[in-house]
C-alpha cells in the first residue's frame, strides 16, 4: 500500500517520504541533521503498527511544534463515524475510507499542501511582526497598546502620566517601527501576535 501510494503521489509530481511505522516517522522529524523544508503534509492510515494514526495525531498535536500545521489526510479501511469525528476535531483534513479514487487522494493531498502553504506564510508573517514589535521600548509598546484601544493622545498621556507631546513623539516611532502605514494595519498585527486578548 505504501509503494503504490507513494507512487501515485510521485506521478503528480511531488516528493515523498514513507515510514513503516509512527516511531520510524518520529525518528525521522527528530533528526535535526535533516530538517523538512517547505509545506508538508501527512497521509496516515488510522490502524498503524505500534503508534496509531490517531495517537500519532494527537502526539504530534502536544509535543512536535514543528510539525503541528502539517495538514493530515487519513485513510482507513475500518472508519466509522465517531473515529472520524474524533479526527476532524482534532484538526484532521480530510477521512478517506478505502477503497478511494486515486483522484481522491490527490485532490485532499492538493488542498493540504494549500493549507499548508498559508500556515507557512503565516508564521512567518507573525515572525516577521514580532521581531519587529521587539524592538519597541517599553513605553512604546505602552502606548501602541492604548492605541490600538482607540485611546486618542490626551487619554492616552493621562493614562501613562507623560504630556501629549511625547505620547506623538512615541506614536510616530510606533508606526515607524512596526512598519504600519495605518491604525487598522497596526490592530492586524498586534491581533496576528495575540496581544489585545491581555488588553
Known amino acids: 500500500m505504501r509503494e503504490a501510494l507513494s507512487s501515485l503521489i510521485r506521478s503528480a509530481g511531488l516528493r515523498v517520504e514513507t515510514w513503516a511505522s509512527a516511531a520510524e516517522f518520529?525518528?525521522?522529524i527528530g533528526d535535526?541533521?535533516?530538517?523538512?523544508?517547505?509545506?508538508?503534509?501527512?497521509?496516515?492510515?488510522?490502524?498503524?503498527?505500534?503508534?496509531t494514526g490517531l495517537e500519532l495525531q494527537q502526539h504530534l498535536a502536544e509535543r512536535s511544534p514543528g510539525a503541528r500545521s502539517w495538514p493530515i489526510v487519513f485513510i482507513t479501511g475500518h472508519g466509522d463515524i465517531p473515529m472520524t469525528v474524533r479526527a476532524m476535531r482534532a484538526g484532521a483534513l480530510e477521512f478517506l475510507p478505502k477503497p478511494f479514487s486515486d483522484q481522491e487522494l490527490l485532490a485532499a493531498?492538493?488542498?493540504?499542501?494549500?493549507?499548508?502553504?498559508?500556515?507557512?506564510?503565516?508564521?512567518?508573517e507573525r515572525q516577521s511582526v514580532q521581531a519587529r514589535f521587539d524592538t519597541l521600548t517599553p513605553r512604546e509598546r505602552e502606548v501602541l497598546l492604548l492605541m490600538v484601544q482607540g485611546l486618542r493622545n490626551k487619554l492616552t498621556a493621562?493614562?501613562?502620566?507623560?504630556?501629549?507631546v511625547t505620547v506623538k513623539v512615541h506614536r510616530h516611532h510606533v508606526m515607524e517601527k512596526m512598519r504600519a502605514s495605518s491604525l487598522p494595519m497596526l490592530v492586524d498585527m498586534v491581533d496576528r501576535l495575540g496581544l489585545r486578548s491581555g488588553i
Open 26 to 28: 518520529l525518528d525521522r
Open 32 to 51: 535535526p541533521q535533516r530538517p523538512v523544508a517547505g509545506p508538508a503534509c501527512l497521509v496516515l492510515d488510522v490502524r498503524m503498527p505500534g503508534m
Open 109 to 124: 493531498i492538493d488542498l493540504a499542501l494549500a493549507q499548508a502553504r498559508a500556515a507557512q506564510h503565516d508564521a512567518a
Open 158 to 164: 493621562d493614562r501613562l502620566g507623560i504630556s501629549e
